[in-house]
């Protein structure tokens, strides 16, 4: 399989990506980077850390008038894979593996996990900032 699904090109295309869903499992993966000044003396302006979330969605069979009709609602249009998980889309979803914040665009729950690893001192409410004057 191996396709990226991004945003339908149009109502056909839409019909295709969910008929593709249907019955079937995927995984949705979100990458995101977090940047922050470096400091100062360091090789690089800037200090990073990159991680990325996979959660598996299970579609439930889909008939092509369901489909259809969820097309129609324009809903698809502008989802990722043609379907939101927070709106209509929702109800082809039998079950999830993994964060659904992750299916909804943004691992909400990973990206603070990874902030609070890579800076403890966010739980103080010190910025960088405020860390060089101290």
């Known amino acids: 399989k191996n396709v990226v699904l991004e945003k339908p090109h149009d109502s056909s295309h839409a019909f295709k990506m969910l008929k593709t869903l249907s019955g079937d499992s995927h995984e949705v993966v979100t990458a995101v980077v977090l940047l922050t000044p470096g400091q100062e003396g360091a090789s690089s302006a800037y200090e990073s850390r990159i991680f990325y979330e996979t959660t598996q969605v299970t ?47 943004f691992p909400l729950h990973r990206f603070c996990a990874e902030l609070l690893k890579w800076s403890p001192s966010v739980l103080k409410g010190k910025t960088n900032e405020s860390r060089k004057k101290s």
Not at 75 to 104: H, L, R, W
């Open 59 to 105: 579609f439930a069979d889909l008939t092509d008038d369901i489909i259809k009709s969820y097309v129609d609602t324009k809903e698809p249009m502008d989802k990722a894979g043609g379907y939101g998980i927070q709106g209509i889309g929702g109800s082809f979803v039998s079950g999830i593996t993994g964060c659904y914040y992750n299916v909804m665009g």
